[in-house]
C-alpha cells in the first residue's frame, strides 16, 4: 500500500525482520526452553528499533532550548552581532526547512544563531529607557502562551482541524503579504514611524490602534502553529517515525516560539511607545 509515511520506506527496517524471520525458521532444532526464552522476551521498543517518541523529542527539544539561550546571552553581551545573526538564521531556518533528512548540527546551529539575533534584539530594546523591564515582561508571556496552549492541547481541548489549518494559511499569505508592504514603506521613506503601519500612532476603529490588533491576531496565528507542531509530533509517534525526524520536530517548536516571542516583544514596544 502506498504511503508517505518516511518510516515505511525505510526498507533496512523491514529487512531487520525479515532477517529474524529467516535464523527462526533455519533454527528448528531448538529446545522447548530455549524457544520459551525466546518468546519471553519482552517486546522491542520503539527506542530499540529507532522509531521517534516523546520523550526522546522532548530531550531534542529542551537541548535545542539551551543551545538557543546561550546564543542568547551572547546576543545580549554582543548586541553588534544582531545583523549577523539575523541573516545566518535565515539562511539556516531556510536549509533545516528543505532538507529532506533532519540534521541534528543544522538545528543546533539555527538555535544558536537565532538566540544570538534574539538576544541582541531584546537588549537593543532594554536599553532603552522607555522600554526597561520589557525583557522580563516579553519572557513571561511567551511562556503563558506556550505553557497554556500546551495544556489545552494535552487536554483535548484544541486540537489541529483541517478547516482551522486552511483558515491559519490564508491569514498567514495575508500577513505575509502585509509584512512586506509595509518592510517596504519603511525602506523607501513612505512612513517614518518605527514598526511602520504597525506603530502606536496609526489608530483604526474605536481609536484602536492598528499595531495593537496586529499583534494579538499575529500573536493568535503563533499559537496555533504551536498547536501544529504538537500535532505533528503526535502524529509521527503514532505513524513511528524515524527516531531523527524528533530533530525537525524540535527545529518547528523553536522556530515557532522565536516567532511567538519576537510579536509579543514587539507589541509590548508598541504600546509602551511614546
Known amino acids: 500500500m502506498a504511503t508517505s509515511n518516511p518510516a515505511f520506506k525505510n526498507t533496512a527496517a523491514f529487512s531487520a525482520g525479515a532477517t529474524k524471520g529467516i535464523q527462526l525458521s533455519q533454527n528448528q532444532n531448538l529446545s522447548s526452553g530455549q524457544l520459551d526464552d525466546l518468546y519471553g522476551r519482552p517486546s522491542a521498543t520503539a527506542v530499540d528499533t529507532e522509531r521517534m517518541t516523546y520523550e526522546d523529542t522532548i530531550v531534542k527539544t529542551v537541548v535545542a532550548f539551551g543551545f538557543l539561550l546561550v546564543g542568547a546571552a551572547v546576543g545580549w553581551v554582543i548586541p553588534v ?60 508571556a511567551t511562556f503563558t502562551v506556550v505553557g497554556v496552549t500546551l495544556a489545552l492541547f494535552a487536554s483535548g481541548k484544541i486540537r489541529a482541524s483541517k478547516k482551522a489549518t486552511k483558515i491559519f494559511l490564508i491569514a498567514m499569505v495575508g500577513y505575509a503579504a502585509f509584512s512586506l508592504i509595509n518592510f517596504g514603506m519603511m525602506i523607501f521613506g513612505v512612513t517614518d ?57 524540535a527545529f518547528g517548536i523553536v522556530l515557532t516560539v522565536v516567532w511567538l516571542y519576537m510579536e509579543i516583544l514587539r507589541l509590548l514596544a508598541i504600546l509602551r511607545g511614546d
Open 81 to 140: 552581532l544582531m545583523i549577523p545573526a539575523a541573516i545566518a538564521g535565515f539562511v539556516l531556518a531556510l536549509v533545516n526547512i528543505f532538507k529532506k533528512k533532519p540534521s541534528a548540527a543544522l538545528v543546533l546551529s539555527y538555535s544558536a544563531v537565532q538566540g544570538v539575533f534574539v538576544g541582541a534584539l531584546t537588549m537593543f530594546f532594554e536599553s532603552q529607557p522607555e522600554y526597561s523591564g520589557i525583557a522580563v515582561q516579553a519572557v513571561l
Open 193 to 249: 514611524q518605527p514598526f511602520g503601519m504597525r506603530s502606536y500612532e496609526i489608530p483604526i476603529l474605536g481609536g484602536i490602534p492598528l499595531g495593537a490588533v496586529l499583534g494579538v491576531f499575529v500573536i493568535l496565528l503563533a499559537a496555533y502553529s504551536l498547536v501544529l507542531d504538537f500535532d505533528g509530533v503526535q502524529q509521527g509517534v503514532r505513524n513511528g517515525a524515524p527516531r531523527n525526524f524528533a530533530w525537525r520536530a
